[in-house]
Nanobody
């Protein structure tokens, strides 16, 4: 079994910053890609940022130049540094990990962490 646990959400004023963390643990051989998704009320879940096993990154256009995804391979942890936050960034943020197990590649999701940007 694989556990994915996010932390770091909260309430922040517009223009502020937050850092989200996500740690994967459990039974797997390796982690492939790790990513952050978000879902606002009444909207579909969307990709925010992702980072491959080799360190390649991609971002949603709406967060480019404001958010930075990074990864600590030794700790099986991915981070999302969010700067210049806007009210439209308000959502539940979910971490996704694609891991290699004895059963092949599997996707696991965290429980989500709320980010609210409001004055």
């Amino acid at each position: 079994q694989v556990q994915v646990v996010e932390s770091g959400g909260g309430l922040v004023q517009p223009g502020g910053s937050l850092t989200l963390s996500c740690a994967a643990s459990g039974s797997f051989f390796s982690i492939n890609a790790m990513g952050w998704y978000r879902q606002a009320p009444g909207k579909q879940r969307e990709l925010v940022a992702a980072i491959s096993s080799g360190g390649s990154t991609n971002y949603a256009d709406s967060v480019k130049d404001r958010f930075t995804i990074s990864r600590d391979y030794a700790k099986n942890t991915v981070y999302l540094q969010m700067n210049s936050l806007k009210p439209e960034d308000t959502a539940v943020y979910y971490c996704n990990c694609n891991v290699r197990t004895g059963a092949g590649r599997m996707n696991y999701w965290g429980q989500g962490t709320q980010v609210t940007v409001s004055s």
